[in-house]
């Protein structure tokens, strides 16, 4: 009797001011909690039904009014009736406004048996430094999946075809129908006979054991790109697993791991290098050849280290670094290198040298404790490394 009804407000626990967005979180809380296949409480039918109800009539704002003005009387509704009061026509309505459709009725389905792309392999690839900067070629070696070149990919014996699926009749799926109070509910999962494609073979092909498909070695030329870093990325269109079902080929990515050098480190497009002097050297000025990297390899260059030279003074050769380049490939210039000067103070000293430091030590100024914003070769190391 409507006299026994409880107060819809009440139901949904929100009071008679709660906006739409309210009285919808509302009832999305009291559906998963009460909903029969989720729920263990022994009213949980009669609280989803309820719910439901309730929520039919406040989330229309006519049918609110009306109750508000009538109550059940103004809306005439019946718990005896239709259990989704006219809101909904399915359990799949409730579930895929709410839930995202975590309960899609078969009319929803994906299509199984559409084409599908093949996966993308991944391949490590070692390089020198030096090829990483100027760019090279490299041949490589890997294993994949390629489609069987006797039957084409259809996993059947030349001269025979595949038959359609007993279990599933050819749709590639299974259902399982299923009495709730609601009504029947059917379950569609993918056919465990034929995994989905809807038809099996009777006579599998010799060569791929039915599979459509064969593991064979593939080489391939690489040409690596000037400039490139570890850790850098190179896609190789159509190299990677075949498709399914007549789908595209995957890709191939290429992951370089760089090498390290035996004197050059890297910042962005420019070159490190670091030269060790000893005091005299330092002190008086002195030319040293270092090494240059260039395409044809490595090359001496010879630079000036100037008279009175302190520890981290970095000397910049102006293009002797990373090529720069755009995405198309083509050169905007190149980076530099940079050279940094390191004095090395002597541990042990001969008597004659330790003689002579004394002599020059008597000329020379002081011990005295510097600015606290003077850059010492500490900071200017970590200026030059990039903050590092």
């Not at 026994?4 to 309210?22: F, H």
């Not at 009213?43 to 049918?63: G, I, T």
């Amino acid at each position: 009797m409507a006299s026994t009804k409880r107060d819809y407000y009440e139901i949904l626990g929100v009071n008679r001011s709660a906006s739409p967005e309210n009285i919808k979180k509302a009832f999305r809380l009291k559906a998963r909690q009460f909903h029969p296949d989720v729920s263990q409480e022994a009213d949980a039918e009669f609280r989803f039904k309820e719910a439901n109800e309730a929520y039919d009539v406040l989330s229309d704002p006519q049918k609110r009014a009306a109750y508000d003005r009538f109550g059940h009387a103004g809306v005439g509704a019946g718990m005896g009736g239709d259990p989704y009061g006219g809101g909904f026509t399915d359990i799949s309505d409730i579930f895929d406004q709410f839930f995202g459709g975590g309960f899609r009725s078969s009319t929803a389905r994906t299509n199984r048996r559409a084409p599908r792309r093949g996966q993308d392999l991944q391949y490590r690839l070692s390089v020198d430094f030096a090829e990483a900067v100027f760019g090279a070629e490299r041949e490589i070696e890997f294993e994949r999946t390629a489609v069987c070149s006797v039957c084409n990919g259809s996993g059947s014996e030349p001269g025979s075809s595949p038959m359609r699926c007993a279990t599933c009749q050819g749709t590639g799926e299974f259902r399982e129908v299923k009495q709730t109070f609601l009504g029947q509910m059917v379950n569609i999962t993918t056919c465990p006979t034929c995994q989905g494609v809807g038809e099996t073979i009777t006579s599998p092909c010799r060569e791929c054991n039915g599979k459509g498909n064969v593991r064979q070695n593939r080489r391939l030329t690489v040409s690596i790109p000037a400039g490139v870093d570890h850790g850098t990325q190179i896609r190789i269109s159509g190299e990677g697993e075949p498709g399914a079902r007549g789908g595209p080929l995957g890709n191939l990515f290429i992951v370089l791991s760089v090498r390290p050098h035996e004197f050059f480190r890297r910042r962005d497009h420019d070159l490190l290098i670091k030269v060790q002097l000893n005091v005299a050297q330092a002190a008086l000025g002195h030319r040293l050849n270092i090494p240059i990297l260039t395409a044809m390899g490595e090359t001496d260059h010879e630079i000036d280290i100037p008279t009175g030279t302190q520890s981290g003074h970095v000397i910049t050769l102006k293009g002797k670094g990373v090529p720069r380049l755009r995405r198309d490939g083509t050169h905007t210039g190149f980076g530099d290198l940079q050279v940094m000067v390191e004095v090395l103070v002597p541990t042990r000293l001969t008597k004659d040298q330790k003689f002579l430091f004394q002599q020059l030590g008597a000329t020379m100024g002081e011990a005295v404790i510097p600015p606290a914003n003077d850059k010492g070769f500490f900071e200017r190391v970590i200026d030059w490394l990039g903050g590092e």
